[in-house]
């Protein structure tokens, strides 16, 4: 099962406050988990990402939480600011058969905080 | 450092024409990976380069195809275009091997009336 799903679909958080996105993911082959944050008419910007032998990772107001038992991961912003609102995408990747390392992404989750 | 840039940036083509698309991978980066991003959609897997070769496809039928150059840049192909084509076309290029982070390029808007 290729899939990624990703909760919820759109979100609306006040400034300073905390937002939390999730994903699920079917494939334990997977071992690579990237979050992209993309505005509208820009390619999708690398934020974070972690791999499956940790459970968490935080950069600045950022942090991944991994539950590999449970095959779900989320992302936390902090101090939610205006300026990040943005379409927040999950991602999983492995190795193809052929080598490549292909990222299967989530739907995406629409991100507004409100000032 | 030079990101990943695309071109053209918009394109309009009516259906059955064919299309080619531009990018330029990062400095020091030399696999290069296409993906089509629907309106409201994430983006899909179409196919990747490294060392001038497809290395892996998604779900993509033979009319898309593409080229990777000595300099690692890539063109993305598709014959006989449909109207469900229209999208946004992202390169991501990485560096060698896996686990490697995929860092996109800001797309080419297709559309295909």
């Known amino acids: 099962q290729q899939q990624v799903k990703q909760s919820p679909q759109s979100l609306i958080v006040q400034k300073g406050g905390i937002s939390i996105i999730n994903c699920a993911y079917e494939?334990?082959?997977?071992?690579?988990f990237p979050w992209y944050q993309q505005f509208p008419g820009k390619g999708p910007a690398l934020l974070i990402a972690i791999r499956p032998d940790v459970s968490e990772k935080k950069e600045g107001r950022f942090t991944i939480s991994f539950n590999k038992s449970a095959k779900q991961f989320s992302l936390h912003i902090m101090d939610s600011q205006p300026g990040d609102s943005a379409t927040y995408f999950c991602?999983?990747?492995?190795?193809?058969?052929?080598?490549?390392?292909?990222?299967?992404f989530g739907q995406g989750t629409r991100l507004t905080i409100n000032p | 450092e030079t990101g990943v840039t695309q071109s053209p940036t918009h394109l309009i083509k009516t259906r059955g024409q064919q299309v080619t698309l531009r990018c330029s991978s990062q400095s020091g980066h030399n696999t290069v990976s296409w993906y089509q991003q629907a309106l409201g959609q994430g983006p899909q897997f179409i196919f990747q380069?490294?060392?001038?070769?497809?290395?892996g496809r998604g779900n993509f039928p033979p009319r898309f195809s593409g080229l990777q150059f000595p300099n690692y840049s890539s063109e993305l192909n598709v014959n006989a275009l449909e109207l469900d084509d229209s999208a946004l076309y992202l390169c991501?290029?990485?560096?060698?091997?896996?686990?490697?982070?995929?860092?996109f390029g800001p797309g080419t808007r297709l559309t295909v009336l």
């Open positions: 494939n334990t082959a997977f071992d690579y």
């Open positions: 991602a999983a990747s492995m190795a193809s058969t052929e080598g490549a390392q292909k990222l299967v």
């Open positions: 380069y490294y060392r001038e070769e497809e290395n």
């Open positions: 991501a290029s990485s560096m060698e091997g896996g686990y490697n982070e995929q860092f």
